[in-house]
């Protein structure tokens, strides 16, 4: 298998410090020795690579940037990189680990009380537990203060009842971060593998994210302990400022899958002749690549640039809405062109360009899609919201 090349026409690797250099080589090689071997056969059969998980416990890329329970507390260019590396694997990878750190060991770390913490932290970071976040409903994705699903409060503990859907890890998830309508507001639940009338199914025919789980959830009477809930989030300000963290995890993830198309469409050009030449000597196939290096420079330049922002404390979540708009934007175009500079063979799972075009089909839509995103930084520049 050929090794990859990372593009970095404008040094910006030369922004990070010594150790998210490292942090970068660790996973790019496990990347390359450990996932690039095994994905396509995953995405073909539709199956998570469950065997990297414990993998991916061991050199610590679950939960990374959590420092509860004397977690590693990574800052948040070195968790990025994390994400880029493993989104040039596979973007149902990064779907996995983004869920587990982002969306189930953030709102736990944040919101959670100091059992739950003692209990899931460092399971979760281990490996030895998975996590899923279920916000997501059938009938409503874009609008989560539409959300059904609600929790009564009973004399003693609650009980839950509704439906969450497109949710990542759902069947193999140990724990659940459930969202739910209560009397007094939106407020979070753990919700536990094998609780009475809890059910978790797969989402099958997917032609994106192959390689990841995706189910449906649903909760028919489940009786939770007061114990279940996170006692400090209320409202949809808990919810939505997990999907921050997650939407960040995202923008540096695009990038990666960006990355290896280039590599791909680079190398196949140079190797393939047609009327006496190399594809990559005619002036339209070079046009496509100058695009490519141009946005995917601009791209990481953003991220390193929010990253620094969100270690000072000043990555808004409007501001994070740019780059994940952006950078699943241009990513998704370049797969594209990708896969029509690979003509007929870019449809085949030989190559990767297909499979991260399809991926990205999804990442554009999930996490926020790419109008609600546009209709945030618009109400952020201008102070009028679009939508209610």
């Known amino acids: 298998m050929r090794s990859f090349s990372a593009l970095d026409y404008y040094d910006a690797d030369a922004l990070l410090t010594e150790e998210e250099r490292m942090v970068r080589d660790t996973v790019r090689a496990f990347v390359g020795e450990e996932v690039m071997p095994v994905i396509e056969k995953h995405n073909r059969e539709a199956t998570f690579p469950a065997h990297l ?15 509860e329970m004397g977690l590693p507390g990574l800052g948040a260019v070195a968790y990025g990189v994390i994400m880029r590396e493993l989104e040039r694997g596979d973007s149902g990878l990064r779907s996995f680990a983004s869920v587990q750190g982002s969306l189930v060991m953030y709102p736990i770390a944040t919101y959670g009380s100091d059992d739950q913490k003692r209990r899931w932290l460092p399971a979760l970071h281990q490996g030895k ?47 659940a971060v459930v969202w739910a309508r209560t009397e007094d507001g939106v407020r979070g639940f753990l919700v536990e593998r094998g609780a009475a009338g809890y059910g978790a199914t797969d989402i099958k025919g997917k032609f994106a994210l192959r390689a990841s789980v995706t189910s449906d959830l649903s909760f028919q009477d489940v009786h939770l302990p007061d114990a279940a809930m996170l006692p400090g ?11 921050t963290q997650a939407r960040y995890g995202i923008a540096w993830g695009a990038v990666g899958a960006a990355m290896a198309v280039y590599d791909e469409a680079l190398t196949y050009t140079k190797n393939r002749s047609q009327f006496g030449k190399p594809l990559a000597g005619f002036q339209l196939v070079q046009r496509k690549l100058a695009y490519m290096v141009n946005e995917i420079t601009k791209a990481q330049l953003l991220c390193v640039r929010l990253g620094r922002l969100k270690e000072e404390g000043r990555a808004t979540a409007a501001r994070v809405s740019l780059a994940k708009m952006n950078n699943v934007d241009i990513a998704l175009d370049i797969a594209r062109l990708g896969r029509d500079m690979l ?16 991926n990205l089909e999804a990442v554009k839509t999930y996490e926020g899609t790419h109008d609600i995103h546009t209709l945030i930084i618009g109400e952020d520049v201008t102070g009028l919201a679009a939508f209610s």
């Open 233 to 243: 989030a209320r409202g949809l300000k808990g919810p939505l400022s997990c999907l």
């Open 129 to 175: 537990a998975i996590g899923c976040f279920g916000l997501t409903e059938p009938d409503h994705g874009s609008d989560p203060g539409g959300m059904t699903t609600r929790a009564v409060k009973m004399k003693e503990g609650w009980v839950l009842n509704g439906a969450k859907s497109w949710i990542t890890n759902g069947t193999i998830a140990d724990v």
């Open 53 to 67: 998980v414990p993998r991916m416990a061991s050199i610590g890329i679950l939960g990374p940037n959590i420092s």
């Open 343 to 358: 003509g007929a063979n870019g449809t085949h799972d030989e190559y990767q360009v297909g499979r991260h075009m399809c």
